[in-house]
């Protein structure tokens, strides 16, 4: 943490935050939450391709989940700056207990109250626990923003880069853009899309959002990400 005498401790945060490379999870459509799934080829070629965008562009330090999809990704981000990997278990996903590993479909059929909850943004709504204890949208969402800004504390007056979830940049788009929760919140996501953020006064800014150049799936129509997890 920054000391008030830091001539930078007022100063604003500029921070990239990232969704990790695809997995096999990811291109099947099945819920991960924190369930640790490592990235497939196509999401390590990503991560590479990733590296290399932002070989160039300064970086002051680099968080992760500690989920080894998020953590591979940044891993080679890391590996072109020199710098080292800070892990945070606070940067997950949500937890979707025993919903884990399912597909959208199956999740309807064996638990319908809970896909109509998720479907209709309840933020008060648990899946059944399972082997972890489920986080509602509201509880994953503040325990998602603070973990940011426990980050842009740490390092003000640079440039961070957080890589990281789905949920975690949702959270971030939803804070920065004054989405309130319990309404649907669609925007692309795409595996190593790069999006800007400024933490300052206490706040984010959404500064650019889905920088993909370097993915093919850039290329092609957008998603609706409810649909399919």
């Not at 939450?33 to 590479?48: F, K, M, T, W, Y």
């Not at 990281?164 to 692309?188: D, S, W």
């Amino acid at each position: 943490m920054k000391k008030l005498s830091d001539p930078n401790v007022n100063q604003p945060t500029d921070i990239l935050i990232i969704r990790h490379g695809q997995t096999a999870w990811n291109k099947l459509k099945r819920l991960q939450g924190h369930s640790d799934i490592p990235l497939n080829e196509e999401g390590r070629l990503q991560a590479v391709t990733l590296a290399e965008i932002l070989r160039h562009e300064p970086l002051d330090a680099i968080f992760s989940s500690d989920l080894q999809r998020a953590y591979q990704t940044a891993y080679e981000i890391a590996k072109s700056h020199n710098l080292p990997v800070h892990t945070d278990k606070s940067l997950r996903e949500r937890c979707y207990g025993i919903c884990e590993g399912m597909l959208a479909e199956e999740i309807k059929k064996a638990y319908p109250k809970s896909y109509e909850a998720w479907y209709a943004a309840d933020p008060d709504h648990f899946f059944p626990d399972g082997e972890r204890k489920t986080e509602s949208p509201r509880q994953f969402h503040y325990r998602a923003l603070e973990a940011i800004r426990n980050v842009a504390s740490r390092h003000c007056g640079e440039r961070v880069a957080i890589i990281t979830h789905f949920g975690v940049l949702e959270t971030a788009y939803r804070a920065a853009q004054n989405i309130p929760l319990g309404t649907r919140c669609k925007m692309p996501v795409l595996n190593t899309s790069i999006n800007r953020f400024r933490w300052r006064d206490g706040r984010l800014e959404l500064l650019a959002w889905g920088e993909a150049s370097h993915l093919e799936e850039a290329r092609k129509p957008p998603v609706d990400y409810y649909k399919h997890f």
